[in-house]
């Protein structure tokens, strides 16, 4: 009786009963290669760096766990605490500047009333950016 509900529920997960279970069913197969992708580009170098960073490594002698060592050293550090001030500085000061201008030019941009101008005008804005990322591409 358990087995059969258990089974009955599972067919309800994998195939549904409702249009919109089976659309969004759909959705997660078309986001699935993403998220493995992300994963595996992302997420696995990033656990094992954290892995890494417990251990002292070389060129041709074994690994050696240290623990927190390296994370003792670098919290001691007065130029990693002038670099984390420097930063936060940096941030405070460019990402509110960039966040005004940037809206104060979609704005002015809004304004004008003739659209071949506008459309000319976001053009010459934005090619610069669209440029860079067709040569890197």
Do not use: C
């Not at 089976?22 to 993403?34: D, E, S, V």
């Not at 002698?61 to 420097?86: C, E, H, K």
């Not at 940096?90 to 030019?105: I, Q």
């Not at 809004?110 to 090619?127: P, T």
């Amino acid at each position: 009786m358990l087995f059969n509900k258990a089974i009955a529920s599972l067919k309800h997960l994998v195939f549904g009963r409702t249009f919109s279970g089976k659309l969004a069913r759909k959705g997660y197969l078309f986001i699935l290669p993403a998220v493995v992708y992300f994963s595996l580009v992302y997420f696995y170098p990033l656990f094992e760096s954290v892995k890494l960073s417990f251990f002292r490594v070389g060129m041709g002698r074994p690994a050696q766990f240290i623990g927190f060592t390296a994370y003792q050293n670098v919290f001691s550090d007065s130029m990693f605490w002038l670099t984390v001030r420097n930063t936060l500085y940096y941030v405070v000061l460019t990402v509110p500047a960039t966040v005004f201008l940037s809206l104060m030019v979609a704005l002015l941009l809004h304004r004008i009333q003739n659209k071949g101008f506008r459309d000319v005008l976001s053009a010459a804005y934005f090619l610069p950016q669209v440029m860079s990322l067709v040569a890197a591409a």
